[in-house]
Every structure is written in structure tokens, then in C-alpha cells.
């Protein structure tokens, strides 16, 4: 997906504007979880995701959803990992 694509989808969707993250090789986050629903595009390196023990590498160019709440492990390649992400919060009252 290009970064224009995405960007449009994000605003379609109603995600906030996207925040520009960047994670150095090594970098890893243990089992957490988020309030908001996340919507990711990878641009540059690579990203990989934990959920229910089924890890999952994102390189560059595919995106990633994660529903609020769900636990999950991140951890960047080797050559560390660039993204976009967009946050979507979840309706007062719903999970």
C-alpha cells in the first residue's frame, strides 16, 4: 500500500492523523495492549507483532490492525522499523 493510499483510507475510516514512529533495531515492547484501535503502514524496515502467541513480520509497504485492547508483543528487524499509525478511539461504551 503506498503512503497516499493509506493516508486516505485512515481519514475514510475516521482514524486521528497519523503519528510518525521510528523503533532502532533491538528495540522490543512486552505483552500490552492499547484503548484505541491501531492502524498501522510500515515505511521503512520491518515490524513484527505478537498476538495470542502467532508472531507476524511487517516489512515495508503492508499495514497492520490491532483492535482496542488486545494484548500483544512488538519488536523491530534488524535494521529497525519506520510507521505510520493511526489511532481510532473506540466508542463511549464499547470495548
Not at 24 to 33: C, F, K, M, N
Not at 47 to 55: Q, T
Amino acid at each position: 500500500m503506498t503512503k497516499d493510499e493509506f493516508l486516505s483510507r485512515l481519514r475514510a475510516e475516521g482514524f486521528a492523523e497519523p503519528v510518525a514512529v521510528e523503533r532502532d533495531a533491538g528495540y522490543r515492547l512486552d505483552l500490552h495492549d492499547h484503548p484505541f484501535e491501531a492502524y498501522a503502514l510500515i515505511t521503512e524496515g520491518e515490524l513484527s507483532i505478537e498476538v495470542d502467541g502467532v508472531a507476524t513480520a511487517y516489512p515495508a509497504g503492508s499495514t497492520f490492525r490491532l483492535a482496542p485492547h488486545t494484548p500483544h508483543r512488538e519488536w523491530a528487524g534488524a535494521a529497525g522499523a519506520r510507521y505510520l499509525s493511526g489511532r481510532r478511539e473506540s466508542a463511549k461504551g464499547q470495548p
